[in-house]
């Protein structure tokens, strides 16, 4: 739990009861690669905290695997438009190699907030982060060139290349495999 709590850290200071508490009710868990965490069509109970290892969200359009958002070692993985609304989501959370996993079950975790201020305001600093992400991410979409997302993301996760399928890597940047060679290779 050390990795989670300097984790959780940066973004704001928890008293010994609140880290007790989350805790409590956080379990580690072992995931062999290419397990699906949370398969298409699951309601979101859970945020995962990915200890060591390496995760992506992914969902289908016209039966086409498209990757949506990686997390590496030290990083919160979830799918909150389903945590948040209690819908079943239609993206899934993958495993793309073994990893160890904190899960925390968000049902207790919002149980809490009334009685640790300091967690609601952890988490919400941590959703308001990975909103600003998403935008971005959007915004990369929109208005830079694959080229530019290639490098974003390499300086974002430099060994990116080294433990993601390539395929990943290009469904990610919105450009096929091919093109993602030729990117790779003007370097």
Same mark, same amino acid.
């Given at each position: 739990m050390t990795s989670l709590f300097k984790y959780l850290g940066k973004f704001n200071t928890l008293s010994k009861e609140a880290e007790k508490a989350i805790a409590?009710?956080?379990?580690?868990?072992?995931?062999? &690669?290419?397990? !699906?965490?949370? *398969?298409?069509?699951?309601?979101c109970k859970t945020i995962y905290?990915?200890?060591k290892g390496v995760a992506r969200i992914y969902y289908f359009k016209d039966g086409v695997d498209i990757t949506e958002s990686f997390a590496f070692d030290n990083n919160i993985i979830a799918r909150v438009e389903s945590l948040f609304t209690g819908k079943p989501s239609r993206k899934a959370i993958q495993i793309i190699e073994d990893s160890e996993i904190v899960a925390i079950n968000s049902t207790q975790l919002? &149980?809490?907030? !009334?009685?640790? *201020?300091?967690?609601?305001r952890l988490f919400r600093l941590i959703f308001e982060s990975a909103y600003v992400d998403t935008v971005n991410r959007i915004e990369g979409i929109q208005f830079h060139t694959a080229e530019e997302r290639y490098n974003s993301l390499i300086k974002d996760?430099?060994?990116?290349?080294?433990?993601?399928?390539?395929k990943y890597v290009a469904s990610?940047?919105?450009?096929?495999?091919?093109?993602?060679?030729?990117?790779?290779g003007s370097k």
């Open positions: 409590e009710l956080s379990k580690t868990i072992t995931v062999k &690669k290419n397990t !699906d965490l949370q *398969p298409i069509g699951h309601t905290f990915v200890n919002f &149980k809490l907030y !009334d009685k640790f *201020p300091e967690i609601e996760a430099p060994d990116v290349l080294k433990r993601v399928p390539l990610y940047l919105g450009i096929t495999q091919v093109s993602l060679s030729r990117i790779r």
